[in-house]
């Protein structure tokens, strides 16, 4: 765990604290729950969105693909009365080609990312109000599905099964990201995408892998975010959603030049995220204050650790000085 | 005697500018220590020295970026216990840098007089562009340019951009001008017309401290050499004493010996590695390239900034595709469809911009050295630290890179450190053809020699070596052949002995050698 990472997770510690000394339901086995499978919704949803952000890209339209999925795995499974497992794997399927055909444009057409995926935002958020015809995509009275809620709204022993899933992604994407020869390319594109080619790498299919990664993680949290709202409308769902994931990264130590961040990072920034919507619940802050509250965190998270840098650096020169002057006087 | 005469006889005895016992330190390190040195008008300095031995702090202080620690530096008869940026300018200073710092999106006009336009009255300040103009065609005229006022910047090649940087510094009313490097991108007849430019400024009267690596160069225009060593006065040459060797001993304290040993007889040739067939790159779509590069060799490739090398490079590297022609590798038919494709069949490239393309700065040497191998440093696609620091502990001994370990970032490194971790990371695979890009500019002298050295054992060794070098000394003394490059075609390949600096310059130009 980087220093960086440490000073997150203490503040979350204080800021937890903090709430529980002012609210002790905080601390409730029920609101615990509840926050933690939050978490595990949006870190699923974070955990991608760090995958296209290592690269130097960004992926705005996740909000709108948890809604187009989401609509679509509820159709499959309650309307047209496909097995779910059947519907899972078809969801995760559309997720990849998303990313894929994002990546595509990106590397192969030489598109922005930032405009490839806000078109992205803008269509699938359209489709998927056509597909339902602006109506709610629901299950019928009754209907039910033991296993695939056990699984996704579930718990096990008090924990929150999305949680556990997140928790197991995140170990599998940590040993990706900071282990493998795969996330080292991520971070070798993010850093100097030209120096990479020019160093052998097959950039483009590198890049395209983490947009894909990217669809695939959404259209999981997509199927899990359906789980839990039961009933989707299109219009609203998942909404400002791709913002939630960006902020977790950039509070999480991302920039969003590429290159830099850590698994760890973006998990305490979603942490910190959810934690600060349930502190505004708890505290009884107007909820209509909620955004600004999350912004206003961020922004000086930012700013504090922008310059924490600038302040080490300085100290190191100190420091280098005093070491220097202790060599001259020791010659 | 009259009148005008004295003053002219005056000005040239009394010193523009005056250093005397300049002193700055950084921490742990003495980067000019008692430094002293004067500038009369009209005089041409040239000041060299190895990288690190105290240019840049130096200039840095006359630009005013810097405080010494102690010392007087005397502009125009006022002494200063420091300068600061506005009296730097104020006082008639200027300077020319390696980098550019020019918009390349706007026009020639617009960069001249960038934050000073001629505005035109009213509410909206609008700028006066006719003025504008007349303003700065006569500084175009003065430095000899061939493009007009309202060229795109972009559009110019590195030389006619240095030509718009010293028009900038004309249009202060420079007293003194600094130019930093300005001829390591250029080559040769390029490089003719600055020195050119240099020569009308000194003719008006105007100071100039030419700082170069290329020695032959500083002989040519200067009056003086300043001769920096270890942030010290290692010596001043008058005009009569400026030599290359003089040059070089007062550099690094004793002569070298590397550029001899690499020019011996000419070898037996080797059979053809790399070999372009009618080959055409974006750049010169209508010119159809055919060239071979023999084992063993190390075959030079010059011309003129903008003949098409770097873009014959980048073919050979798989980062652009051939439009038309073949390539064949060995004698085997040769597809690139990436720089990926061309590292699996061992053809390497040490680029021309080392910091953007050659390494990655925030990476350590032992991530830079694998990352081209990585798979190989990988158990079940886990990278091995341990594999990566073992092949990259064995490139800092083999090519004697100067880091405290292998963990060190890159962008820590001198410009020399950094190219041999270039290297490094080819020479940790198996090189069939390497090409390298300027390998040696802006690495100090002492670098470049260890460079010249190892291009040579890899053609020992049986590698096809091409170097894409702009240094005429260079050329000539490292290649066993040189292929000449104009506009986009090979004019020429003068074997060992037809070399020489005036048949590759008539070759550049596109005329028949002698």
């Not at chain 1, 339901?25 to 952000?53: D, E, H, K, M």
Request: aromatic content about 6%.
């Amino acid at each position: 765990m980087s220093k960086k990472d440490l000073g997150l997770l203490i503040l979350i510690l204080v800021v937890g604290a903090i709430v529980a000394i002012i609210n002790p339901r905080f601390l409730l086995p029920i609101n615990l729950a509840n926050t933690s499978n939050l978490i595990g919704l949006f870190g699923i949803l974070s955990i991608g969105q760090a995958f296209v952000i290592i690269t130097g890209g960004i992926e705005l339209s996740v909000g709108s693909v948890v809604a187009l999925l989401g609509t679509l795995f509820i159709d499959f499974i309650a309307v047209r009365e496909v097995g779910w497992p059947l519907a899972f794997v078809l969801i995760l399927f559309l997720g990849a080609i998303i990313g894929l055909v994002h990546g595509w444009l990106i590397t192969r057409l030489k598109l922005q990312p930032f405009v490839v995926t806000l078109c992205g935002l803008l269509i699938y958020r359209g489709v998927a109000r056509f597909y339902t015809a602006d109506g709610t995509a629901g299950f019928a009275f009754g209907q039910n599905f033991p296993e695939l809620e056990f699984l996704t709204a579930g718990r096990s022993y008090g924990v929150p099964n999305s949680f556990i899933a997140l928790i197991v992604i995140a170990i599998v994407m940590w040993v990706v990201l900071h282990r493998s020869v795969f996330g080292r390319y991520l971070y070798a594109i993010g850093k100097n995408e030209e120096a990479a080619k020019y160093s052998g790498i097959r950039t483009g299919r590198v890049v395209m892998a983490a947009y894909v990664i990217c669809g695939v993680l959404t259209a999981l949290s997509a199927i899990y975010f359906a789980m839990y709202t039961r009933s989707i409308s299109p219009a609203s769902h998942g909404q400002f959603y791709e913002l939630y994931a960006i902020a977790a990264a950039v509070l999480g130590g991302f920039s969003l030049r590429g290159g830099e961040g850590s698994l760890i990072g973006v998990l305490l920034g979603t942490v910190l995220l959810q934690e600060l919507q349930n502190l505004v619940n708890l505290l009884g802050i107007p909820s209509s204050l909620n955004f600004a509250v999350m912004g206003g965190v961020i922004l000086i998270g930012v700013l504090v650790d922008q310059q924490w840098g600038v302040f080490r650096a300085r100290r190191l020169m100190v420091d280098a000085t005093r070491k220097g002057v202790a060599g001259q006087a020791a010659e | 005697m009259n009148y005008s005469d004295t003053s002219i006889v005056a000005s040239t005895s009394a010193p523009f500018l005056s250093l005397e016992n300049v002193r700055k330190t950084y921490p742990g390190v003495v980067a000019l220590d008692g430094f002293s040195m004067e500038v009369r008008p009209g005089e041409v300095i040239g000041l060299v020295g190895e990288n690190g031995a105290g240019k840049s702090t130096l200039m840095k202080i006359l630009g005013g970026v810097t405080t010494p620690d102690s010392g007087t530096i005397t502009v125009d008869g006022t002494a200063h216990d420091r300068l600061s940026v506005e009296a730097s300018i104020g006082s008639g200073i200027a300077f020319v840098h390696q980098e550019l710092n020019l918009f390349d999106n706007l026009d020639v006009a617009a960069n001249i007089f960038f934050g000073r336009e001629p505005l035109r009255g009213g509410p909206l300040k609008l700028v006066d562009r006719a003025k504008l103009r007349t303003m700065v065609a006569p500084l175009l005229k003065r430095v000899g340019a061939n493009f007009s006022a309202d060229t795109q910047v972009a559009t110019l090649s590195l030389a006619q951009q240095q030509m718009v940087e010293i028009a900038k510094a004309l249009s202060i009313e420079a007293r003194l001008v600094i130019l930093d490097e300005p001829t390591s991108s250029l080559p040769l007849a390029e490089t003719d017309k600055l020195l050119d430019v240099i020569k009308a400024l000194k003719a008006d009267g105007i100071s100039v401290i030419f700082i170069s690596h290329r020695l032959h160069e500083v002989e040519r225009v200067a009056d003086r050499v300043v001769v920096l060593r270890d942030g010290m006065l290692a010596g001043t040459l008058p005009k009569s004493d400026i030599g290359h060797d003089q040059m070089v001993k007062l550099m690094i304290g004793r002569m070298l010996k590397e550029r001899e040993k690499a020019s011996e007889a000419a070898r037996a040739p080797g059979a053809t590695a790399l070999s372009a067939k009618a080959v055409r790159t974006p750049a010169y779509p209508g010119r159809p390239v055919d060239l071979d590069v023999r084992r063993g060799e190390i075959l030079g490739l010059a011309g003129l900034v903008g003949s098409g090398r770097t873009e014959l490079a980048r073919v050979f590297f798989g980062i652009d595709s051939s439009l038309g022609g073949t390539l064949e590798l060995g004698g085997k038919p040769l597809a690139l469809a990436s720089a990926a494709d061309a590292v699996a069949h061992g053809i390497f490239l040490v680029p021309e911009d080392r910091k953007l393309t050659g390494i990655l700065l925030d990476l350590s040497i032992a991530q830079n050295i694998s990352l081209p191998n990585l798979p190989a440093h990988a158990r079940r696609s886990l990278v091995s630290a341990g594999a990566e620091t073992a092949t990259a502990e064995k490139q800092k001994k083999n090519l004697g890179i100067k880091a405290p370990s292998v963990q060190t970032r890159t962008g820590t490194l001198s410009g020399g450190n950094q190219q041999k971790v270039v290297l490094g990371k080819w020479l940790a695979m198996n090189p069939k053809v390497m090409i390298l890009d300027e390998p040696t500019r802006g690495i100090d002298i002492g670098a470049k020699a260890e460079i010249y050295g190892l291009m040579r054992a890899l053609a020992d060794a049986g590698v096809a070596v091409l170097m894409i070098s702009s240094d005429m000394e260079e050329v000539i003394g490292v290649s066993d052949r040189i292929a000449v490059m104009h506009e986009g075609q090979i004019s020429g390949i003068l074997d060992k002995d037809r070399f020489s600096q005036e048949n590759v310059l008539l070759l550049a130009v596109g005329k028949q050698p002698r």
